[in-house]
């Protein structure tokens, strides 16, 4: 495999190529449903702002997957080590703990002058190693293998730049899942490639099913040439959690057809499902042994944005790279050197994230008052609530940030939605906007089967926000499925 990307290190055209024989209809992610939903919650909110009278005073807001937007508040520690290298006079006093300031410190000293404002670099890819090495259970991750980037997408983005060559023909393909989050499509799609979709078996609880990934390859192979694999794990938006098996049976099918795999494993931190436990891919591939350890190619992404840790505006992650060929790594290393480094205090951020308070640690009490089971509750009540409610059907939720339910609209709401322009699951988005004040994301931007509906909600919130979400949209649903039936 090495030696086919090996030819793939050219240049790329800013192309859009899509193909009528695939049938994920990707022509429609480029004008996404969540602009229209956008651009009304602001008009909403410029309504309430004036005094105009709706059922609720202000919009909820569970379409993104930040924690912060939702209403959870930022980790102490993170923030205090973040406030203590920027004004280190916070110090000198005794209102921090001992171990933020050592951390502070720390951090600091790594730094050209000691200072964040003089800094360019602060990366040490040492201590992210060693980090990998703990979460899989002693596998070695040598930091010579990986890249911090301002975020996990532009890490994914340029890896997708080597694998992917516009002037190919057949077109570069890349397996994705259906239902996948829309930036990684429009990137791929950016890039030229052919997107080959693979759809996830709902029934199953969203499960990844190889056959399935034979279907896809296959029709793939008559369109293009399938050079990778993209994994979500755990799911956005559908909040699966692949187990062992799974994992083993698509390194399997990678190694098979010659597949690139690319791991997106930013939820990582978020898996709540009893008996439920993240695996990464790397780890699975360590532990299955010669000659699929030693061959398959991997790239794994994680970042600061995403999760418990929801710095979404700090803008650090990385990506480990897994039996890469040296001349492709020194090419992803020209890729990732071109642009100036991830933002300092997003790599302060990292780090924290990469290595946390201990217990013994006096900020340790209070970090772990980052409530697990908060999200684990409402896992457990949004979903039994969707269920209970006539024309929802949701899967069981094992991680991520994400709810995904099926909604069965009556016909005669699709009919009226068809009439409008829409697509049925945004005209009912914008009717729970509208009525509700509660901003969802329609499925139809991360893809669906044909003929189903979704809608996307992030649970990740503080208890009485959802309290007040799950109000409104009893109210809003029972109302909405009785005007249309």
């Not at 050592?102 to 990366?123: D, E, T």
């Not at 570069?172 to 890039?191: D, E, K, R």
């Amino acid at each position: 495999m090495s030696c086919q990307i090996r030819t793939q290190l050219t240049d790329n055209k800013q192309e859009f190529h899509t193909s009528p024989d695939i049938s994920l209809n990707i022509r429609n992610m480029k004008q996404l449903e969540y602009s229209v939903l956008a651009r009304r919650t602001n008009q909403i909110k410029d309504e309430l702002k004036k005094g105009v009278k709706k059922s609720y005073r202000e919009v909820i807001d569970v379409s993104w997957g930040d924690p912060h937007r939702a209403g959870v508040k930022p980790l102490s520690f993170v923030r205090q080590v973040l406030a203590a290298c920027i004004y280190p006079q916070l110090m000198d006093g005794d209102k921090l703990m001992v171990d933020v300031k050592q951390r502070a410190q720390m951090l600091l000293r790594a730094c050209p002058g000691g200072s964040v404002g003089k800094s360019y670099a602060y990366i040490q890819y040492g201590r992210v190693s060693e980090y990998i090495t703990r979460r899989d259970g002693g596998v070695p991750s040598h930091p010579e293998n990986i890249y911090i980037s301002s975020g996990s997408q532009w890490a994914l983005t340029n890896i997708l730049k080597v694998l992917v060559n516009s002037e190919a023909s057949p077109r570069t393909g890349v397996l994705t899942p259906v239902p996948c989050h829309s930036t990684t499509i429009l990137s791929l799609m950016a890039l030229g490639a052919e997107v080959v979709p693979y759809y996830l078996r709902e029934e199953q609880g969203w499960a990844l099913d190889v056959e399935e990934l034979q279907r896809a390859w296959g029709s793939a192979k008559e369109v293009c040439n399938p050079v990778g694999l993209y994994v979500i794990n755990p799911g956005n938006p559908a909040g699966y959690v692949q187990s062992r098996k799974s994992m083993q049976e698509v390194i399997r099918f990678a190694a098979e057809k010659r597949l690139f795999l690319l791991a997106d494993e930013v939820y990582q931190d978020c898996v709540f499902g009893e008996e439920t436990e993240f695996v990464s891919y790397k780890r699975a591939l360590a532990e299955m042994g010669s000659p699929l350890s030693d061959t398959v190619e991997l790239a794994s992404f994680h970042t600061t944005s995403k999760g418990l840790m929801g710095e979404c505006g700090l803008r650090a992650g990385y990506v480990e790279l897994v039996n890469l060929d040296p001349a492709v790594m020194k090419h992803i290393y020209s890729l990732f050197s071109a642009d100036s480094c991830a933002p300092v205090l997003g790599q302060f951020a990292l780090d924290v994230m990469t290595n946390p308070p201990q217990p013994g640690d006096p900020s340790y009490p209070l970090y772990m008052k980052v409530d697990h089971f908060l999200f684990l509750i409402h896992r457990k009540a949004f979903t039994e609530f969707i269920n209970s409610l006539p024309g929802f059907s949701c899967q069981p939720v094992e991680g991520g940030a994400f709810a995904f339910p099926r909604v069965f609209l009556p016909p005669k709401a699709i009919e009226t939605a068809k009439e409008l322009g829409m697509k049925p699951d945004t005209f009912y988005c914008m009717r729970l906007l509208e009525e509700a004040g509660v901003l969802s994301s329609p499925g139809s931007e991360y893809g669906q089967q044909e003929g189903t509906y979704h809608i996307r909600f992030c649970i990740m919130t503080p208890s009485e926000i959802m309290e007040e979400i799950l109000r409104r949209l009893s109210t809003f649903h029972k109302r909405f499925m009785n005007e249309f039936s």
